[in-house]
């Protein structure tokens, strides 16, 4: 018999974050998350996130032994001011157990119906910064700590509950030495020129964080006509400040600025930080935060995390002038291998903007979606 209990306590969401340690121990593949880190982004207190999002975490039981786990999200910018009547759903794991999953969704569609929801939607996290899809393609391929890694047997489970593809998402990579000067770096001087644009590298963090609000509201405004797109908020800037942007390398954050020192493109590249999660398995001490540490300055891979640009700039060859500047650090580091987050399918902008990097394709995912019923 199978029973959902709805988490509360910290203790409890320390239950909800070990669970996948369990399911995927002998996965090679699979990238545990710092299990303190996991816990905070569920606190209402920490994650400013919840400001415009409610979420209930829950497990399915047999006996005293938790099989699966689930969350169910309710985006009120989504909901109230886009009016799109999504109840979302993520962290949806399980052992392959049609009853299991099939619980766990019910009670998804269950609050969804409590809350005059029309379709639920995922798995997704509660914002457009957070993980994406059911991966659907690339099970022997390692993933990285900004996507979720998942058995080959949970889009079946999708499919029996009546979910259907919403969204596909593609996920690739390609050596740094594909990246050839001849494609972009001349075209990056006459670019500057032409626009009177300039590119802005730094080598400190704090020399950086001045520029980091301006960086946030042009992502608001490059990234605004996408579908679903939640604007981050003045407390989410900060929150991102304090925890994510000290912790990247200075270096891989760059900015393309015009006359008047406003910012009109930017790029964030990670190290990946894959194996040394692997290593650390969840916690930070006592060697966890070496392996990071060690991953953030000696690593030879690196993933392109956010492009952003500007609509007036646009279409207009500006990324040259980032690609530039990320070839030079990358040769100066070398960077081996390039890889990169999901991207949506039909973003035919985004593909032109790689085309001449030959990537190989290593993951597809997809977000489902289905009517409340």
């Not at 415009?52 to 829950?58: I, P």
């Not at 930070?284 to 956010?306: C, E, M, N, Q, R």
Request: charged share 30%; hydrophobic share 40%; glycine share 4%.
């Amino acid at each position: 018999m199978i029973t959902i209990k709805e988490l509360k306590t910290r203790k409890e969401l320390v239950d909800f974050v070990k669970f996948p340690f369990k399911l995927y121990k002998n996965t090679p593949y699979w990238i545990p998350p710092i299990i303190s880190d996991e816990v905070n982004s569920f606190d209402k207190n920490l994650n400013p996130v919840f400001e415009h999002a409610d979420a209930r975490f829950f497990v399915a039981l047999k006996g005293n032994e938790i099989v699966g786990r689930i969350a169910a999200i309710i985006n009120r910018v989504e909901v109230n001011q886009q009016g799109l009547k999504k109840m979302r759903f993520g962290w949806f794991d399980f052992i392959d157990d049609l009853e299991v999953s099939k619980a766990l969704l019910d009670k998804v569609n269950e609050i969804g119906k409590e809350n005059q929801l029309e379709f639920m939607e995922g798995p997704v996290g509660f914002s457009n910064l957070d993980k994406v899809g059911v991966m659907t393609e690339g099970f022997e391929n390692m993933g990285t700590m900004i996507t979720w890694y998942n058995h080959a047997y949970y889009v079946d489970h999708y499919k029996a509950y009546g979910l259907k593809k919403e969204k596909g998402y593609i996920e690739s990579e390609f050596p740094s030495e594909n990246a050839d000067p001849k494609f972009f770096a001349g075209f990056s001087e006459v670019i500057q020129k032409r626009y009177n644009l300039r590119p802005v590298n730094f080598k400190r963090t704090k020399d950086l964080m001045p520029k980091v609000d301006q960086m946030f509201d042009l992502f608001n405004e490059s990234y605004s006509k996408l579908s679903s797109f939640v604007p981050i908020s003045e407390r989410q800037k900060k929150f991102f400040k304090e925890k994510y942007i000290s912790f990247i390398n200075p270096e891989y954050i760059k900015f393309v600025i015009d006359e008047k020192d406003k910012i009109v493109a930017f790029a964030i590249v990670m190290p990946s930080f894959a194996k040394a999660l692997k290593k650390a398995n969840g916690k930070l001490f006592p060697f966890g935060f070496i392996h990071l540490l060690w991953a953030k300055y000696f690593s030879k891979d690196v993933t392109f995390y956010l492009i952003g640009i500007t609509p007036e700039y646009q279409s207009k060859g500006v990324t040259s002038i980032l690609f530039t500047e990320f070839k030079r650090e990358f040769d100066k580091r070398g960077i081996q291998m390039c890889h990169r987050t999901p991207e949506l399918e039909d973003n035919h902008a985004i593909h032109r903007l790689w085309a001449n990097f030959n990537t190989t394709i290593t993951q597809k995912r997809q977000t489902m979606k289905k009517l409340l019923t």
